[in-house]
T-cell receptor, first 113, second 109 residues
Framework: EAQVTQNPRYLITVTGKKLTVTCSQNMNHEYMSWYRQDPGLGLRQIYY???????DKGDVPEGYKVSRKEKRNFPLILESPSPNQTSLYFC????????????FGPGTRLTVL | EDKVVQSPLSLVVHEGDTVTLNCSYEVTNFRSLLWYKQEKKAPTFLFMLTSSGIEKKSGRLSSILDKKELFSILNITATQTGDSAVYLCASSNGNQFYFGTGTSLTVIP
């Protein structure tokens, strides 16, 4: 089944404790992206990757890191999480960034205390 | 600044009504306009529009893009309770995607 998977689905952590949210797709998509969704602010793009080893900042990259060492995986790293990073995070992928729909993962609800 | 604005913010209708959701965009090097439906989980894709004036249709849902006036509409006819959701509009410049804050639609039986 074609899908985007994220782990963990739920995470409660404390300020400053490094964490990684994994994202994997099995559709051989070139384009992958991370979003955060907050009430009243909608979905905002954190980072995106056009292909392996090619990543770039979205609208809200501060406090986040990503890497794209393999085509299927695009982990999101929070080196020192803070409470303002409490949010619902979505990973998405598509064939390219231009003319293709994005497939979204199920979401990761992160709470930073 | 690239942005997407949706209206109205929320809408409550009765089953059988027709609704029109609006999306205006300002995106440099525009490539596509996308509509998604979100029901308390991940957004699911509805339409992608790249050309002006060509209506995309899927059952009771349809959408059209006006690249001159920089807006798109999503129409839902004969609404059903299963149409209750947040409808998201997004625009892409080929690299980045810009989402509106969504329109929350509630369909009352």
């Amino acid at each position: 089944e074609a899908q985007v998977t994220q782990n963990p689905r739920y995470l409660i952590t404390v300020t400053g404790k490094k964490l990684t949210v994994t994202c994997s797709q099995n559709m051989n998509h070139e384009y992958m992206s991370w979003y955060r969704q907050d009430p009243g602010l909608g979905l905002r793009q954190i980072y995106y990757s056009m292909n392996v080893e090619v990543t770039d900042k979205g609208d809200v990259p501060e406090g986040y890191k990503v890497s794209r060492k393999e085509k299927r995986n695009f982990p999101l790293i929070l080196e020192s999480p803070s409470p303002n990073q409490t949010s619902l995070y979505f990973c998405a992928s598509s064939w390219t960034g231009s003319y293709n729909e994005q497939f979204f993962g199920p979401g990761t609800r992160l709470t930073v205390l | 600044e690239d942005k997407v604005v949706q209206s109205p913010l929320s809408l409550v209708v009765h089953e059988g009504d027709t609704v029109t959701l609006n999306c205006s965009y300002e995106v440099t090097n525009f490539r596509s306009l996308l509509w998604y439906k979100q029901e308390k989980k991940a957004p699911t894709f509805l339409f992608m529009l790249t050309s002006s004036g060509i209506e995309k249709k899927s059952g009771r849902l349809s959408s059209i893009l006006d690249k001159k006036e920089l807006f798109s509409i999503l129409n839902i006819t004969a609404t059903q309770t299963g149409d209750s959701a947040v409808y998201l509009c997004a625009s892409s410049n080929g690299n980045q995607f810009y989402f509106g804050t969504g329109t929350s639609l509630t369909v009352i039986p």
